[in-house]
Nanobody, 120 residues
């Protein structure tokens, strides 16, 4: 069983910063990619940022220049540094990972989500 544990969500003022963490654990042989998605009420879930095990990154246009995704492959952990936060960044943020389990089967795992609220 592969588990994703998220942390770092909370309430922050506009212009402030927040750092999300997501640690993958369990029967993992290798991870291909990890990423962050978000979903606001009444809106579709969207990709915020992703990173491969080789370090290739991808960002949504709305967060480019403000958010930075990084990873520690040795710890199977991905981070999302969020700067210059705006009220429209308010959403539930979900961690995602895909890769290969120790039984040689593929996995595609979601975290349970963490609330990020940007408000005065």
């Amino acid at each position: 069983q592969v588990q994703l544990v998220e942390s770092g969500g909370g309430l922050v003022q506009p212009g402030g910063s927040l750092r999300l963490s997501c640690a993958a654990s369990g029967s993992i042989f290798s991870i291909n990619a990890m990423g962050w998605y978000r979903q606001a009420p009444g809106k579709e879930r969207e990709l915020v940022a992703s990173i491969t095990s080789g370090g290739v990154t991808n960002y949504a246009d709305s967060v480019k220049g403000r958010f930075t995704i990084s990873r520690d492959n040795a710890k199977n952990t991905v981070y999302l540094q969020m700067n210059s936060l705006k009220p429209e960044d308010t959403a539930v943020y979900y961690c995602h990972a895909d890769g290969i389990k120790t039984n040689w089967r593929r996995f595609d795992q979601w975290g349970q989500g963490t609330q990020v609220t940007v408000s005065s």
